[in-house]
């Protein structure tokens, strides 16, 4: 028992240790060049990264000072710059070429714009990479041990600037594209909903003749999210393969292909537990709409 406990909290200690590392080389590196130019541009020197931390929903706690910004599209989450009040207020001063003893409009303005630019920087290194993404107006917020709703996992990165100490903290995702398989016999019908899907935010995981095959695939390459599933096809139609499906994969999404005057046989794959359906011919925003409700 003790055994089973210690390997499994080591194989999840290695786990994050290699998420925060992919989070480091494809997420975070943005956001550190964007942070060393921006502020360069204002103290002339570019901070040094002290330390990367994996952190859980609470930002640092010697921290009491913040500014979030939101960012949606192809990834998503939040990134912070966070600070203790006197750091921050050094921070705005150098921006604003003056000496700033407490939070007003114009030390706020400062740190916003800060925030913006290194996330805005971050952003055109993102689109570079292929990730198109927009961002949120900055928010500044000020307490103790913040706690954020983070897309795991939370980076925290520590940076000095001459004696200014203050934080990058990151969580943000990739969105992942849904995974659909496309079962029917008919290979003009596998190529209509490809070239729809393909437009969209899904990928095509497989395409397969019957229901056999369908099961065969999903056997050897694992769970896709959906399973669009012809009705009518030789050696295993759809409703054994979605009573199959259902059996051996009780939370797989099966979406079904079905011709005009089948309603019967709609019910019946209703009651086998099909998530939903779509009527050949297709229409392009029906098909959608269908996969993006279920």
């Known amino acids: 028992m003790h055994q089973f406990y210690l390997t499994h909290k080591i194989e999840r200690v290695n786990t994050i240790r290699s998420e925060m590392c992919d989070m480091e080389a494809k997420l975070l590196n943005p956001i550190v060049s964007s942070l060393s130019e921006s502020i360069s541009m204002f103290t002339g020197v570019g901070p040094e990264k ?11 706690s010697n921290t009491d000072t913040h500014v979030f910004i939101g960012i949606t599209g192809d990834l998503y989450g939040t990134v912070l710059l966070s600070a203790k009040k006197e750091n921050a207020l ?42 198109d993404s927009e961002i949120t107006p900055p928010t500044f917020l000020e307490g103790n041990n913040l706690n954020i709703r983070a897309s795991y996992p939370l980076v925290s990165v520590n940076f000095t600037l001459s004696d200014i100490n203050f934080y990058i903290n990151l969580s943000v995702k990739q969105k992942k594209s ?50 669009l599933l012809d009705i009518t096809m030789p050696e295993m ?5 979605l009573e199959q499906l259902k059996k051996d994969y009780p939370h ?8 005009l005057g089948q309603q019967e046989t709609m019910q019946k794959a209703t009651t086998l537990g099909a998530d939903g359906y779509v009527v050949k011919p297709f229409e392009k925003e029906r098909l959608l ?6």
Do not use: W
């Open 178 to 227: 849904k995974t659909v398989l496309v079962v029917d016999d008919a290979t003009f019908v596998r190529k209509q909903v490809v070239d729809v899907l393909s437009q969209d935010d899904y990928h095509i995981v497989g395409e397969c003749q019957n229901g056999l095959e369908c099961i065969e695939f999903i056997k050897k390459s694992g769970q896709p999210d959906i399973v």
């Open 90 to 131: 050094k921070l705005a001063s150098s921006m604003a070429g003056m000496e700033l003893s407490d939070f007003d409009d114009i030390s706020i303005s400062a740190l916003k714009e800060l925030c913006n630019m290194v996330v805005g920087g971050a952003v055109t290194r993102y689109s570079q990479m292929g990730l």
């Open 237 to 241: 139609d759809g409703l054994q393969t």
């Open 50 to 60: 002290e330390s990367v931390n994996l952190l859980n929903d609470s930002v640092p």
């Open 252 to 259: 797989l999404k099966v979406v079904m292909v079905t011709a």
């Open 289 to 294: 709409d269908v996969l993006k409700k279920v």
